[in-house]
């Protein structure tokens, strides 16, 4: 015999059903979204391949990365201030960013070249310097970071003419090899990396470490992991950009392959590191390296000198997840997001 469900029981279960998926929606609705990282991203674009990685996993980032702008700098490899500006224009480009995120022309020289001339009306790095300043100064609640990966001529001389936003940004470093001696971008303006040491700003040195495993430099990959991940990865843009050994690309994925085409190798098996994405990467997602505290040390004479006394402290990082970091990398392609102009 058929039972008959009470249909004062059936509406009373209804109903209940109803309101709690009405409740729990609008409670979704209401949570307040974590707000996003707020940076400039100071960079040699035209020095090898690593900016390049970097520049595009922010630019795809779109849910983690308020991009406030690209500022350039030019280092001992890539050509000169207008080579590095044309390769991150290429870049932004494929990431359907150009135009839309601002991109200024930095330092040519050194610190000790420019220093003296920041209070004049023009002096070299005055577009990037100037956008620093004013993105410092901006009523913003939000952080600024300052995620260099070159020489740091441009944030020492935005330091340099408005002390005052020292305390307004944080700056994120890929550089050194501390506690060793050299590095690239160090070595092109150690200058200007110990007159940002000496100042109040917040600083977080993000380690290379040549062929140690603690550092940046373990994030290695190889040209056949590219060609076989990167081709046609990436927003498709109709206009192709010429790459800067030639050809035609349309992706940013096609033009990764052409770059490590294009490159030494290191080590074995010959593999090259991404450091600058190690450095994006980590503002996306902490976890992905270790941090510890220690005094500021200053360089003399190409030797790290500790100062245990010094009661400014820094930032350093080590000890990278590469596979974590790479396996991110990988799905920004695949789940992109383009950041958002403001």
């Not at 135009?99 to 920041?118: C, D, M, R, W, Y």
């Not at 003419?161 to 001696?181: E, F, H, T």
């Not at 140690?212 to 430099?217: C, L, R, V």
């Amino acid at each position: 015999m058929k039972k008959t469900f009470p249909i004062f029981l059936y509406l009373m279960v209804l109903l209940f059903s109803c309101t709690g998926k009405v409740e729990d929606t609008t409670e979704e609705e209401v949570l307040p979204v974590e707000n996003k990282v707020r940076l400039i991203y100071d960079t040699d674009a035209n020095n090898e391949l690593d900016d390049q990685f970097a520049l595009i996993y922010l630019l795809l980032n779109g849910e983690t990365f308020d991009l406030e702008g690209v500022t350039v700098n030019a280092t001992k490899s890539g050509g000169d201030i207008n080579g590095h500006y044309e390769e991150a224009k290429r870049i932004m480009q494929l990431g359907l960013s150009y135009e839309k995120i601002p991109l200024f022309k930095g330092a040519n020289g050194s610190f000790a070249e420019i220093q003296g001339t920041v209070a004049s009306g023009n002096f070299d790095g005055q577009e990037a310097v100037d956008f620093i300043i004013e993105q410092a100064n901006d009523d913003n609640p939000e952080e600024l970071i300052l995620l260099a990966v070159g020489k740091l001529t441009n944030v020492a001389l935005a330091l340099e003419k408005d002390p005052s936003i020292a305390s307004k940004m944080r700056v994120v470093w890929l550089g050194s090899n501390y506690p060793q001696p050299g590095e690239y971008n160090q070595d092109n303006d150690t200058v200007s990396m110990n007159y940002v040491l000496n100042t109040q700003v917040p600083f977080e040195m993000v380690t290379v470490r040549y062929g140690e495993p603690s550092g940046t430099d373990a994030v290695k990959v190889t040209q056949a992991e590219i060609n076989s991940r990167m081709p046609g990865l990436g927003p498709q843009i109709e206009t192709p950009i010429v790459g800067r050994h030639g050809g035609e690309f349309h992706n940013f994925g096609d033009y990764a392959v052409n770059l490590f085409e294009h490159i030494e190798y290191h080590g074995d098996p010959p593999s090259r590191a991404l450091f600058d994405m190690v450095a994006a990467a980590i503002l996306k997602n902490p976890v992905w390296g270790e941090k510890r505290e220690i005094s500021c040390p200053i360089l003399i004479e190409n030797q790290w000198v500790e100062r245990p006394e010094n009661s400014r402290k820094i930032v350093l990082w080590e000890n990278f997840d590469r596979d974590a970091v790479m396996d991110d990398f990988y799905q920004s392609f695949i789940d992109y997001q383009i950041v958002n102009p403001k």
